[in-house]
C-alpha cells in the first residue's frame, strides 16, 4: 500500500521546532532549499514536499535483493539481445537483416562516427553501465566492496543519459514507416530487447536512493540548530546534490560522498542561458540540412524534419507524424522558451514564482529527452535499409546538429538550479527561526 508521509511531515515542518521523535530525519528539498524533517518512512511508503511536491524520499520493499535481481535480468537480456538476429526488412525479393549492435555499428563503419558513437553510449553503454553498477552497489551493500561511492555517484550522473525506452519508440516508429513499402520481420532479439527496456526501468523504479547511500555511509547530520519550515540558505546549511546530505554552509566538501558541494549551482544562469543560445544557433542548420537521405529506385531525395513529418502526414501515418512532430519540432522549442522564461523569472526579485514554475521546470526537464526519438529513428533505418541502389538510408548531418540541440537542452536544463526561483519568495515568517537574516550568504 503506497501512503504519503506528508501528514506526519506537516506535523513538524511548520512547528519550527526541532522534532523530538526518534529517527526522525532533516532533508532539504533539493528543489525549493526547504528544510523539513520526514519521520522513518515504511516500505512502500514516500514523502513529498510540501512546499513544490518533489519527491523527497520514497522507500522500496525489499531494497536489495529487488534492484539487483531486475538489473540482472536486464543485464542477460541485453546478452541476448546482442547475440541473436534483431529485425528483418524483403523488399522486392531482398533481405536485410541486423543485429542489435549493427546500429551503432553500421553507421561507424560508414563514416558517421559521431552519430554511430551517440547511438552506442545511449542505447548500449550507458544502459549497461547503470544495471552493472546497481548489481555492485547491491553486492557491495552485503561485501562491503570498494569504490562504491564513486559508482554511485556516475550511476546517478549517467541516469538521464540511458534512453533504452526512446530507442524502442524510434523503433515502433521505423516499422510504421517501413512497413508500407516492405516486409518487416522481428527477431529474437527484438523480443529481448522489448524484456531489457521493461526490467531497465523496473530496475530504477524498485532503487531506493536513500538506502543506498545510507549503507555506504551514515547521513551527516549538521551540529548546528535547525528550524524546519525554513529555506536552508537561511539557516546556513546546503544540499549534497549527490547524496542528499545536508551540510553547514562553510563545508566545501560532502562528507559522505566527497562531491565539492555549493548552496547554488555557481553560475547557474550564465551557464544555462549560454547553453539555451547554443541550442537555438543549433536548431536552425538542424531544420534546414537534411536529416535523412532517401534512395529508392535510383532515385535520391532528401527530407529535413520538416519535410519527414509533411510527408507521413500525406501519407495518412498521423499518429506517427503528430509524435515526430511533437518530439522534433513543439518539444525542442518549448523547452527552450520555457527554460529562457525560467532563467527571466528567477532574475526577477519577489515574484510568485516557485510552485507552478518548479512543476513546469520538472516536466520539460522530463520530456526534453524525448526529442532524441528522431535522432534514433534514423540510426536505425540507416542501419537497416541497405539495398543500394533499390532502397537505402543514409543519415544527414542535421541528425547529428538536432542531437547536438537535445544535449544541449538537457545540458541546461542541468545547469539551471530550481532553488533560484523560491529564493525571492518572502523571507521566512517562522518567529523562531533565528537565522533569517543570513538569506544570500552563499559558499
Ligand atoms: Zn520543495
Ligand atoms: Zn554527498
Redesign the pocket.
Known sequence: MKTSADTAARQVQYSGRTDSRDNAEIVL?P??D?LQQLPALAPGEEAH?L????QLDARQHNPVARPALYAASALLMLVLANLFPFVSMAIAGNRSEIHFFDTSAVLFTEYHQVLAILTWLFIQAVPAFCMMAVIYLKAGMRYNLPARIWVARVLYMLKPWSMVDIFLMGLLISFVKLVATAEISLGMSFWAFCLFCLLHLRTFQVLDRHALWASIAPNPQPLTKISAGCSGLEQQLKLCQCCTAVLPIQQRHCSRCHTKVTSRIPASLQKTLALLVTACVLYIPANILPIMRTVSFGEVTDSTIISGFILMWQDGEYPVAIVIFLASVVIPIVKIVVMFWLCYLAMRPRQLTGKYS?NIYRLVDWVGRWSMVDVLVVAFMAALVRFGLLASVYPGIAAVLFAAVVITTMLAAVSFDPRLLWDNQQPCKNTSCQYQTAKGVTT
Not at 51 to 54: A, I
Open positions: 528539498c528543489h525549493c526547504l514536499c512546499r513544490c511536491h518533489y518548479g
